[in-house]
């Protein structure tokens, strides 16, 4: 689910950066080179291009907030999966440990250098 709303989230960014460079501004700016869309799709283009960047302003902040709740509840931090340590003390008998035998005898510096 938070994968198909971050897709359209992309989406809708990409179509609002275009919807808003193609609006006319005061300076002229970027808008200057989109003034055969007006010739071509009639002189209500400045209109429409408002209706569709207001619209997908509504669904940018939808997508905002239906990310942010979904991601909320799933945030949590590792720690709370794993048991309390304080509330299972775990007890060592020292003793019992060093009196058991070794597993194995290593010795050392056993090798008698025959060479000399």
């Known amino acids: ?7 359209i989230h992309v989406i809708t960014c990409v179509l609002l950066i275009a919807s808003i460079l193609m609006q ?14 007006e010739n071509l799709l009639g002189a209500q283009t400045n209109q429409f291009i408002l ?25 949590r931090s590792l720690l709370d999966a794993m048991p309390d340590a304080r509330k299972a003390p775990v007890t060592v008998n020292v003793e019992k440990l060093f009196d058991q035998a070794p597993a ?13």
């Open 51 to 75: 209706k569709v960047t207001t619209t997908l302003c509504v669904i940018f902040l939808a997508t905002c907030i239906a990310t942010a709740l979904l991601t909320s509840k799933k945030q």
């Open 1 to 7: 689910m938070i994968t198909f709303i971050t897709v």
């Open 104 to 116: 194995q005898t290593i010795v050392i510096n056993a090798a008698t250098n025959s060479a000399e």
């Open 24 to 37: 006319s501004g005061k300076g002229g700016g970027l808008a200057q080179g989109f003034d055969s869309a």
